[in-house]
């Protein structure tokens, strides 16, 4: 079963509004990561964050973790339509050799 | 510079073939992957390398056989597809078996089984 949920599954908002996404997960986690992947294409690494982090930034981006509750969240501010994609979480396996990923968030970004 | 490449980008077969993909990271990286991405875009880890090692091989049938002549490559061969077997298929780098290191993929192989 996957190790990830994410929520919602789609999203559809306007260039300039924020977006957020939600991602939960079964079993003790090490770190979690997010991934974007354009039509197309591959997955993009976009931001770990570990779980000793509560709040990490990197631009326009923005991931909480909340270990207690085993969840995470994805904030895009200022949304633009380039960053219409699919986005995932992941997490590692405690042993390593083994990144699972969540079902996605399909955002779609209306100019 | 591409860093993790793979061929072909499109596969289309008839079902009992014989298909390989190939794929190459140029990022000096110890560990390899291959994912499945299913028309949902689920995606599922089939396999892993270490310094051409396996080390995770999850539950994948037998007519999957990943080979890594060194850790720079890691091929998939499909024997006897199926129409199951249809998805895209994603190969991936990372460093340290990915604790704490993000992946790093290819463009993916979009293979249909006819």
């Known amino acids: 079963s996957q190790q990830g949920e994410e929520d919602p599954q789609a999203l559809s908002i306007q260039e300039g509004e924020n977006a957020t996404m939600n991602c939960s997960y079964k079993?003790?986690?090490?770190?979690l990561q997010w991934y974007r992947q354009n039509s197309g294409r591959g997955l993009v690494h976009l931001i770990l964050i570990r779980s000793n982090e509560r709040e990490k930034h990197s631009g326009r981006l923005r991931v909480t973790l909340d270990t207690s509750k085993k969840s995470s969240s994805l904030l895009i501010t200022a949304s633009r339509a380039a960053d219409t994609a699919s986005y995932f979480c992941?997490?590692?396996?405690?042993?390593?050799?083994?990144?699972?990923f969540g079902a996605g968030t399909r955002l779609f970004v209306k100019a | 510079d591409t860093a993790v490449s793979q061929t072909p980008k499109y596969l289309v077969t008839q079902m009992g073939n014989d298909k390989s993909i190939k794929c190459e990271q140029n990022l000096g990286h110890d560990t390899m992957y291959w994912y499945k991405q299913d028309s949902k875009k689920f995606l599922k880890i089939m396999f892993s390398?270490?310094?051409?090692?396996?080390?995770i091989n999850e539950t994948v049938p037998n007519r999957f056989s990943p080979k890594s002549p060194d850790k720079a490559h890691l091929n998939l061969h499909i024997n006897s597809l199926e129409l199951g077997d249809s998805a895209v298929y994603f190969c991936?780098?990372?460093?340290?078996?990915?604790?704490?290191?993000?992946?790093?993929f290819g463009n993916g192989t979009r293979l249909t089984v006819t």
């Open positions: 992941a997490t590692d396996a405690i042993g390593g050799f083994k990144t699972i």
């Open positions: 390398y270490n310094n051409k090692e396996l080390i």
């Open positions: 991936a780098s990372s460093q340290e078996g990915g604790r704490g290191s993000p992946l790093h």
């Open positions: 079993t003790s986690i090490n770190n």
